[in-house]
């Protein structure tokens, strides 16, 4: 399919700061949207918006600051203090009395904050295919797909919907990381929404990502069946484990680049085929093979995995060396992109990839980031094409840029036919974690391999 991209007349001039509003707005929702380019970077300038809480049953009959201080610890108890008096924290819509007055069952808290967004890519969202029911788009890296975290007008759903209007509601139906690009389908009505969901659910759609990984990657059809586990929900981070869910993913190298200089570490370029859906799954799996994607933050990070990146890694006698490693990763070092993953919530999301500047913003006090470098918008992960298994229909992208050798050799990719014959021969041919030559296909040439704990999947 032809990828277009849509012109942005909905970028406004950079605006001028504007003092907290007399009265709040529960929520506050500008439009049209306060985006605006500027060094390749989409921005959203500094906006008030007011977050609605109610009463939780923990929170009966205790202070209202109290509350604040054990419950929202990303600003000093002094903020709140401030907020109280000010009265950016309203109870029930009306300005607090004091700081200790206590909060009831069906009380409804509001809070006014002067929002800082991270910018993020400033490259359009591509168009592949359109009609009455689906809009399939080209997503760039480095954009989430929700309002997340620090992030809400700076997200797929959000710059969709200050292209097509504020009525506009998108539905996407499949969902990649922030940091991966590719092919994403957004619905325009339930009814498509429900059927493409099916789909996926029912594992009938077929799915191939391109990846540069470190090393040279073995050749052949590599398959990688290792089940994996959620080892912390408050970073986000998944390792294979035994005792995870079932996934499989199938590999094959489609070109690999020597380093140019002696001691460095060349790059292969390999086609991913997930045959489940599980969240990170291609990246844990080459971090398990020992090919991790070059410039993942996480599992290609050895400051967090050590030397050895967590290669043939099953057992949790690291864990908390690692997940303690990954929390010290944030702004007050240098800038890693392993802080802009957007599962990371709670503390955690409070330290982001940006170095702080040591500036303060002139409306609110709250301390200021610096820009995120190129390489901290995305890895190296690209959800070429999706397909029904049926046939019915397909979309597919371009390559994607990084793709390439050094010098920009372009990198082929298997026809299409083979793709589809190595999947359904794996599907009908694997079993107890061993690969065996699909009958579904002479010309799909499997090597047999065989990935357990504790061995490596590379013959």
């Not at 052949?220 to 959620?230: F, S």
């Not at 590999?251 to 991913?272: D, M, N, Q, T």
Request: glycine share 8%; aromatic share 8%; proline share 9%.
């Amino acid at each position: 399919m032809a990828l277009t991209t849509r012109e942005p007349p909905y970028l406004v001039p950079t605006p001028k700061p504007e003092p907290p509003p007399a009265v709040i707005i529960t929520p506050c929702d500008p439009w049209p949207r306060p985006y605006f380019l500027s060094d390749g970077l989409r921005r959203v300038a500094p906006y008030h918006y007011t977050y609605n809480t109610n009463c939780k049953q923990r929170w009966r009959g205790r202070g209202i600051l109290e509350i604040f201080q054990d419950e929202f610890r990303d600003r000093p108890v002094e903020y709140y203090q401030e907020a109280i008096a000010s009265g950016a924290i309203h109870l029930n819509g009306k300005p607090v009395p004091a700081p200790t007055t206590t909060v009831k069952n069906g009380d409804i808290i509001s809070h006014t904050l002067h929002r800082h967004e991270p910018p993020v890519t400033g490259t359009a969202i591509g168009v592949v295919h359109e009609d009455n029911d689906m809009l399939v788009i080209d997503k760039p890296a480095g954009v989430p797909v929700h309002p997340a975290g620090r992030y809400n007008y700076n997200s797929v759903i959000e710059i969709l919907r200050a292209e097509r209007g504020h009525q506009w509601n998108p539905l996407p139906c499949n969902r990649l990381d922030r940091l991966t690009s590719g092919v994403m389908f957004i619905a325009k009505h339930r009814a498509a929404a429900d059927e493409l969901t099916k789909q996926i659910m029912g594992r009938t759609v077929r799915k191939e990502y391109i990846a540069r990984v470190k090393g040279e990657f073995p050749d052949g059809d590599i398959v990688c069946e290792q089940p994996i586990l959620q080892i912390s929900p408050k970073l986000g981070l998944n390792r294979v484990r035994a005792n995870g869910k079932e996934a499989r993913t199938v590999f094959r190298r489609l070109a690999y680049f020597p380093a140019a200089v002696e001691g460095k570490e060349g790059y292969s370029i390999v086609c991913a085929l997930p045959l489940t859906g599980r969240t990170h799954q291609i990246r844990v799996h080459l971090q398990f093979l020992g090919h991790p994607i070059t410039n993942d933050p996480i599992y290609s990070n050895r400051s967090v995995f050590g030397p050895a990146l967590g290669r043939s890694s099953a057992t949790d006698s690291d864990d908390e060396d690692i997940i303690t490693r990954l929390s010290r990763m944030g702004k007050d070092e240098v800038a890693d992109a392993v802080a802009y993953h957007d599962e990371m919530v709670e503390d955690y999301n409070k330290k982001k990839a940006e170095k702080m500047t040591g500036e303060k913003c002139a409306v609110c006090g709250t301390e200021l980031y610096s820009d995120p470098g190129g390489h901290e918008l995305g890895i190296y992960l690209h959800a070429r094409r999706y397909a029904c298994s049926e046939g019915n229909w397909g979309y597919e992208t371009a390559m994607p840029p990084w793709a390439v050798g050094p010098g920009g050799e372009e990198v082929g990719i298997p026809p299409e036919d083979d793709l589809v014959a190595r999947v359904e021969g794996i599907k009908l041919g694997t079993q107890g974690g061993e690969m065996t030559k699909p009958t579904t296909s002479d010309t799909a040439q499997v090597e047999k391999t065989k990935v357990e704990e504790g061995h490596d999947a590379v013959p």
